[in-house]
Every structure is written in C-alpha cells, then in structure tokens.
C-alpha cells in the first residue's frame, strides 16, 4: 500500500482553520507551513496563493501544486519557481457566478447613475430624473473571455447590453461578438463604452489598462477592473479621467494591496474602490478541489486546470 500523501498547506496560519476541517476528511497528512515542522523531501503537494519567492523550490519531491485562486501570477513571478511541477488553479462555477455578480452589479451602478443618486441623497437633495442610456446602444467589452470573462458576458448579454470579447484565440459564445489578439484590440476598444477586465496577470498583459487603451475607448466610457492591479497604470487611468475623457471606474485589485491609505484612488470622486473582494475561494469547495486533485495526480492524471507555465495561465 503506497503511504499517505502529504499536502502543505503554505497560507497565512490564520487561514488554517477555514481549511483544515475539509481536508482532514481526506487520507492525507495535512501539514501547515509556520507551524508544523516537516522534512522538505516529505512534501507531496502544496497549497498557496502567495507562496514566498524561492521557497517551492527547496521542495524536491513535489507532485502538484495548487493555487487558492483562479490567477496564478504570484506563483509565475517566482523567477525559481520549479516549472516542472504541474501548477493547478481554481475554477470553481460558484466564483465564476460571484465574479460574474460583481461585474453586473458595478456595471449596472454606473449604467443607471446610481453614483449621481448616492451623491444627492448624501446632500438631501431630490435628485432630477435622468433616462439612462439605452442599455442596447451601451457595448460593453471584456477583456479576456475565459471561464470567468464567459460567464459575465452571457450575464450581462442576458441583461440586453451588446457584449464583445477580446482574448488570445477566437470563441464562439451566442450574442458575443469576438475580437482577438493584438492586431483587433484597437477595434475593440474603440467598440467598448465599458471595457471590463478579466484578463490573467501575464507578460503580455501586464500594463494593458494605460493611457492608449483609455483614448483607444469612446468618450465617456467606464473601466472595471476586476483582474489584477498590475494590469491597471493608475496615473493613467486617473488623469483619463480628470481630462473628462472616461467617466469613472470601479476598481477591485491593485498593484499595492491593501491600496495604501495615501493612495489617491481612495479620494477620487468617480473611482470606486473594493477590496479585493469580487469572489472569494470558499475553503469548503476549493478543499474537495484539492482532495479530487490529489487523488487523480495519484492515479497518474494530468488535472484539466494545470496552467502552461510558457503561456502564463
Ligand atoms: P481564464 O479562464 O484563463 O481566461 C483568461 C482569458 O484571457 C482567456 O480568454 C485568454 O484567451 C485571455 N487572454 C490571456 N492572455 C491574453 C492576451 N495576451 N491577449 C488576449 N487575451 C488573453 O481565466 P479566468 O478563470 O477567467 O480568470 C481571469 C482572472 O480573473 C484571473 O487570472 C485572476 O487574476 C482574476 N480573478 C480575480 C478575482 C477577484 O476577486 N478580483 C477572483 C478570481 C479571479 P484564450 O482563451 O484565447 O487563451
């Protein structure tokens, strides 16, 4: 009979408790990092979000390695990171539906002024009755039509927006136009009065929310930013708004998180800041996620989320 495998968990010790009930159903020696002590050649698996640069790589028996999250560019950043070793993301329908809910949502608060209304009522004030934009004339455009980009389109289509797409490779999804590649994101910029990003953090995205993209979108156009804050050139997205150019944003993630106190994104009028919250892995499914990982890396499978260290995601 083969030993028990050990799984690492390599996560804030104060996370332990969401997670340790769920795996200890499993037939696993559950480890956590910071507390336990362990012999690094005793490591099977791991389970990170934010694993400390040059650290996977003192592992050298390492099987898989799971990511808490969808993104996986904290673990890519790693200039060691052991890229022989099968890395595995979170995809999970119920937060790809959160996901997909927060995006409705900030895309219908700006959509029906509500920013305008929270600013009367704060005042006292009867605000006046504006008509909304016709939802059908209002395109929105998501940057990255992946497992989550997919399922906030057919949302928001659903809600009678006109929704384009833009990723690396074509997709057909019914009532979303596709853009693909460099040579079409101009057009679709340029199509885009609310362009919503849900791209992976990677070499060829990084940076992509700048100044090009904000004069590239129509005037008057909003931005969502739900991806990850290196993707977001804040000076940029602040002076395209100040200029009258775009009309506001809702920002989720950021290049420094917690968004430091001084940080003008706090303040600014049409900027709406969350923290990091757009969905959260849920400790009792991302668990089962890993239990299943495991048994299957056992029986010798390749997991249908392991990510393709060349291409970032
Ligand atoms: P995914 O399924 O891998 O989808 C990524 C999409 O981006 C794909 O359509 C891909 O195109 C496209 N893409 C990648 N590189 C591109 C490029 N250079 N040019 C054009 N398109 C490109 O990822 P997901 O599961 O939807 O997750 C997306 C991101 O959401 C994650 O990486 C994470 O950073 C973020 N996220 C944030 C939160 C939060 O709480 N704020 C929670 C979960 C996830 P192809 O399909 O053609 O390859």
Redesign the pocket.
């Known amino acids: 009979m083969s030993p028990r495998p050990t799984l690492l968990l390599l996560i804030p010790v104060g996370w332990a408790g969401l997670w340790t009930p769920w795996l200890g159903k499993a037939d696993l020696n559950v480890l956590l990092h910071g507390r336990d002590s362990y012999r690094p050649d005793a490591i099977d698996y791991v389970l990170s979000f934010r694993p400390p640069p040059g650290f996977l790589k003192t592992l050298p028996n390492l099987k898989t390695i799971f990511s808490v999250?969808?993104?996986?560019?904290a673990f890519l950043a790693d200039p060691e990171f052991p890229s022989h070793v099968p890395l595995v993301?979170?995809?999970d329908p119920q937060?790809?539906t959160?996901?997909a809910q927060?995006v409705v949502l900030h895309t219908l608060l700006f959509h029906r002024n509500q920013q305008v209304f929270d600013a009367a009522q704060a005042q006292g004030k009867w605000a006046q009755q504006m008509l909304p934009r016709g939802t059908a004339d209002t395109r929105i455009g998501i940057?990255?039509?992946?497992?989550?980009?997919?399922?906030a389109g057919t949302r928001l289509r659903d809600l009678g927006f006109a929704v384009s797409?833009?990723?690396?490779?074509?997709?057909h999804v019914p009532g979303i136009k596709s853009y693909?590649?460099?040579e079409e994101?101009g057009a679709f910029l340029g199509a885009s009065d609310i362009a919503i990003?849900?791209?992976?953090?990677?070499a060829?995205?990084r940076g992509?929310l700048n100044a090009k993209t904000f004069a590239t979108m129509p005037k008057g156009g909003y931005v969502i930013n739900?991806?990850?804050g290196g993707h977001l050139i804040e000076a940029d997205l602040i002076a395209a708004i100040d200029s009258g150019h775009l009309a506001g944003a809702t920002l989720?993630?950021f290049e420094t998180e917690p968004l430091p106190e001084d940080n003008p994104l706090w303040r600014h009028p049409r900027i709406v800041v969350t923290p990091?919250?757009?969905?959260?892995?849920d400790p009792r499914v991302a668990a089962q996620y890993v239990i299943d990982g495991i048994e299957g890396a056992e029986r010798g499978e390749r997991h249908e989320h392991t990510v393709d260290p060349g291409?970032?995601?």
Do not use: N
């Not at 940057?143 to 399922?151: A, C, D, P, R, T």
């Not at 797409?165 to 997709?171: A, D, F, I, L, Q």
């Open positions: 999250g969808a993104g996986v560019d993301r979170f995809v937060l790809s959160e996901m927060y940057l990255g039509l992946g497992e989550i980009g997919g399922i797409g833009w990723s690396r490779t074509h997709k693909a590649g460099d994101l990003c849900l791209l992976p953090l990677t060829g995205t992509i739900v991806a990850r989720d993630v990091h919250i757009a969905a959260i892995s291409r970032g995601y």
